[in-house]
């Protein structure tokens, strides 16, 4: 079993839209928690941590749910320039990447 | 600059040849990571390193594949014997030590790695 799973999508959806990506991960000892966004054949760049209590910046929204294991992204009102694949990272001793969910916001 | 630096941005090597990527962390960093990305594939990890050490290298190919960060200077990744399959996008991230929580990793720009 992969130590953090992301459906790969891709999800598309319309400007003005929100949507959400889950993420789950195996070791329940996982200590800290993250979503990157990498645009294409760029290097990823860190999006927000995520905390217990959750977190907003802006139009994202990230919850952790630590008794199913799960980590959420929300994003409203998408934007065009949002269309990216969103990396879940998970922090026990080393850091664990999900494969990324590609998300398309369409005109 | 504070980032973390990577070089060459583009390396061009063929068949048989070697491969050296330089990883230089960010200031206050002690840890670093190699990661691999094919075109259309997710980020695959290889090795990860502090000063000196080791610490788990269950990603990297049991040939030709080898990394290390010394004392001084950057961190290495070196892939022997260059294959075309090698091609691909190499990205180093850092982190600072162990017992500072909730601190992410950074990523280099990455060097894109294309095989003749």
């Known amino acids: 079993r992969k130590e953090v799973e992301q459906d790969p999508g891709p999800f598309n959806v319309p400007e003005g839209a929100t949507v959400a990506f889950n993420c789950t991960y195996s070791?329940?000892?996982?200590?800290?928690f993250f979503w990157y966004r990498q645009d294409c054949r760029k290097e990823p760049k860190l999006l927000m941590s995520v905390y217990s209590s959750g977190n907003e910046d802006g139009r994202f929204t990230a919850q952790l749910n630590r008794a199913s294991q799960y980590i959420s992204l929300l994003i409203r009102d998408s934007k065009l320039s949002d269309s990216a694949t969103y990396l879940c990272?998970?922090?026990?001793?080393?850091?664990?990447f999900g494969s990324g969910t590609k998300l398309n916001v369409k005109p | 600059n504070a980032g973390v630096m990577q070089n060459p941005r583009h390396l061009v090597r063929r068949r048989g040849q070697e491969a050296r990527l330089r990883c230089s962390p960010m200031k206050g960093h002690s840890h670093v990571y190699w990661y691999r990305q094919l075109p259309e594939e997710g980020l695959k990890f290889m090795v990860y390193?502090?000063?000196?050490?080791?610490?788990?290298e269950s990603g990297m190919p049991k040939e030709r594949f080898s990394a290390e960060f010394p004392k001084e200077g950057p961190s290495i990744l070196r892939i022997q014997q260059v294959v075309r399959g090698d091609s691909a996008a190499y990205f180093c991230a850092s982190s600072p030590p162990d017992g500072v929580r909730n601190q992410p990793q950074h990523f280099g720009d990455g060097t894109r790695l294309s095989i003749l």
């Open positions: 990272v998970v922090h026990f001793n080393k850091f664990y």
């Open positions: 390193l502090q000063k000196e050490n080791i610490i788990d």
């Open positions: 070791n329940s000892a996982s200590q800290s």
